[in-house]
């Protein structure tokens, strides 16, 4: 790599969660080269990508991923590390993942770099508030790419915040010679320190009003869920990158398709997106998951099922929209937007 460490594109201002998300870029997929390959850490490495065409990339926001469409026909979704500073190259950092389905996988021992390939333009469920007087960071192992981010945009803001970066040991901690001895920084070694982080010491030293950002491993998302219990909605933000709850497939129930004037049928042991798909409408999706944003839909009449990792609990309540991929419905019917 040569020039900044976290190269990235920037520009765009980062809002709320819901906002950010009500204005996500249409996904569209872009040609891109495989510029530069380089480990990390043990099991890690970063990937850097350049438009074939030289084009300039689309601008992305602290807490961004894209779409990764890989050859072998999967479609993964990675977050971007950004800098403070306009680049034009994506990066993004991918763990080899030994219960991998099949992304990482291809992506640690198959891929080479000058390999070509698609991504997406960049959405952000995971946004940074940009004027909250302290932001308290929390990552552990791969989850450092979206929070490394966010570290970059609030140093290039002058605003205030920590970093606590755990992983099990040196040689699993990606950026730990660019990140030791920082200050505002504490890298924390399971095996160094003889434990975990300390989430509610964390939560209860930081001060008033902080902002509090977790991702990690999900043993480490739910106990950040359950230290900030109980803590207003809008200071605690968590991605995940696997789901927590199966996908909903009790079925039983009818989907009326607004826009078309079609009613289709769920039956038990399927989910609202084979279903659609199956009847030929065409559906934007990548992940299945509930975890990247693709299928997002909008519900006008009828009560989802949610089991997605990016709608608030205030916008589960409300029901205006869920995503399809992995959500069912506790109605007899959902009327959808599509």
Do not use: W
């Not at 198959?110 to 997406?120: D, H, P, W």
């Not at 605003?159 to 990140?179: G, K, N, P, T, V």
């Not at 038990?268 to 990548?286: C, F, K, T, Y």
């Amino acid at each position: 790599m040569t020039g900044n460490l976290f190269p990235s594109v920037s520009g765009m201002t980062s809002t709320d969660k819901t906002a950010t998300r009500r204005m996500k870029i249409p996904v569209d997929r872009m040609a891109v080269r495989l510029s530069s390959l380089t480990e990390l850490a043990q099991g890690t490495k970063l990937y850097e990508f350049t438009r074939e065409d030289g084009a300039s990339l689309p601008a992305a926001t602290a807490g961004s991923h894209i779409d990764v469409y890989l050859p072998n026909g999967l479609t993964r979704q990675y977050s971007l590390i950004l800098d403070s500073q306009p680049s034009p190259i994506y990066a993004v950092a991918v763990k080899d993942d030994p219960t991998s389905r099949g992304g990482s996988r291809f992506m640690h021992h198959e891929l080479r770099a000058g390999a070509k390939l698609e991504i997406s333009s960049p959405r952000n469920h995971f946004p940074l508030t940009e004027s909250a007087e302290h932001t308290v960071l929390i990552a552990g192992g791969i989850g450092i790419t979206p929070i490394l981010s966010m570290l970059n945009r609030l140093k290039s803001l002058g605003r205030s915040f920590e970093l606590h970066y755990a992983c099990r040991a040196r040689e699993d901690m990606a950026f730990f010679e660019q990140l030791q001895g920082m200050p505002s920084i504490d890298l924390h070694l399971d095996l160094e320190r003889g434990g975990i982080l300390d989430l509610d010491m964390i939560r209860r030293n930081a001060p008033t009003e902080s902002h509090f950002y977790c991702c990690g491993p999900l043993p480490m998302l739910e106990a950040f869920e359950r230290s900030t219990h109980g803590m207003a909605e809008n200071r605690v933000h968590v991605e995940y990158f696997s789901p927590k709850q199966a996908s909903a497939t009790k079925g039983g129930f009818a989907i009326e398709l607004a826009r078309t004037k079609r009613t289709l049928f769920v039956k038990p042991e399927q989910r609202i997106i084979d279903v659609l798909l199956a009847a030929g409408v065409n559906v934007p999706m990548s992940c299945e998951q509930g975890i990247c944003g693709s299928c997002e839909t909008r519900v006008l009449a009828g009560t989802p099922d949610h089991r997605d990792q990016i709608l608030t609990e205030a916008e589960r309540r409300d029901g205006k929209s869920m995503m399809v991929c992995c959500s069912g419905s506790l109605s007899e019917c959902l009327v959808l937007d599509i």
